[in-house]
């Protein structure tokens, strides 16, 4: 598994390297829930991001609203039973003799489930959604109470403008006491709710809105995130997405291993690691490691990355949503023989990049999963259009880990600037039931 760091939680003042909350598994996160601040050149995680709401939208008639709405003002209203939209609300007139509309009847049906509803005749004309919030509260006795008490002592505060000078010369309100003939009534009903309330008719929902917000970086503004203004649009005018910025990665083992997990205990193990560039632009990549004794103190564990300066090729102009494209970019390591696209593909690399990063290649120099630091070259094994594959040998020496975490310092450049991020690896054994192959 492949996390991130964001350095949110790393003391102000702090110039420790490796950062001191390194350590601290909550501060790494997937590449995909995580923005990029281009002022800062830093990831920014959701705790080090500040939210705006924009606009608030119904999503059944697609109608804006303003700030500071909960439900749609318009008719719109939710099945209380499966939450599903109500589509249509049909109404009844009622006539007197003279043909005269004397009150009307509105009748709501879900479409999904067995819920129906009808008011009682509408003499008055009135919104449709103050018409059910009015029914709700004349069924609802806690509402009802609620609503009593609230009249009353607002009666009492509005008769209790007499005000006092106290002994130390301050000004405080005098309440009017309520006396016997003004007293509030009973709270019976808020001390023991009848039954009945508890099995009252299911009225219809006003539909609850929607809101689009805006995202920005907490330590210099920067706005991440911009929402389209149309109403309920899912378009984002500006995205600061990681992954468009900072390179995909992946870990495997060498072409037709299929072994289980990444390494054996006592043993040398020949990985890849292989980078994929989302910029229109080449880039370059330094990778860094720390001492791994400090997250793996049960075990001797080494990692020897010879090829840890290399360049990334630009994202392709090409449309890469046709597969035809997007097939390019995806490293020869996870390129399978299970698709016809995926075999004409691999035809198309070259057959030395194949020989480099194959296991049985290896095995024929006698070297398959024990293979000593004097076969790795100091040049990446496979790259691509906007991808580069460079190889990793991990040795664990004892200890009974089922996993070992191998993080690393990763700094991108571009152009004629540079940023730089943590990486933490976590790397599953042979034996480990939960090891993968691919992260």
Known sequence: MISYFCACREPIDSTASPPLTLYDPSTFHPLHSLQFCAQCNQLKCHRCIQYQITSKFCPQCVQQMSIDSLYCSRSCFTCPQCLLHLLAVTSESLRNESGKITGKIFHFKCPSCDWSYS??????????QSIIVSIRDSQDPVT?????????YSKQLEVSNRKETSRYGLKTPS???????????QLALLQTPPTSSLTHVLLPLPTAVRAAYQTSCKSCKEILTLPSKEAASSRLSKTSNATDYIPKMWVTRLRGDDRKGYWTQNKSTG????????????ISIKITLPNLQDFNASAKVRVNVPCSEFEVGARPEEDDRKLENYIKSIPT???????KISRVELMTRPADSLERISFKKRVSDGIAGESSE??????????GI????IRVNVE??????QAIIVPFYVEVGRKEEKYGYWVRVELGSESSSEATLVS
């Open 119 to 128: 008011t009682d005749v509408i003499k008055k004309p009135q919104a449709l």
């Open 386 to 389: 906007n991808w580069t594959s």
């Open 144 to 152: 009802t109470r609620f609503a009593e008490l609230q009249e009353f």
């Open 396 to 401: 664990v020496k004892g200890g009974e880990l």
């Open 333 to 339: 390591v996870l390129l399978t023989d299970r698709s």
């Open 175 to 185: 309440f009017h006491l309520p006396s016997s003939e003004s007293s509030p009534p």
């Open 271 to 282: 990985l890849l690691l292989s980078f994929r560039n989302p910029l229109k632009e080449p």
């Open 374 to 383: 004097s076969s790795f070259s100091d040049e990446p094994a496979d790259s």
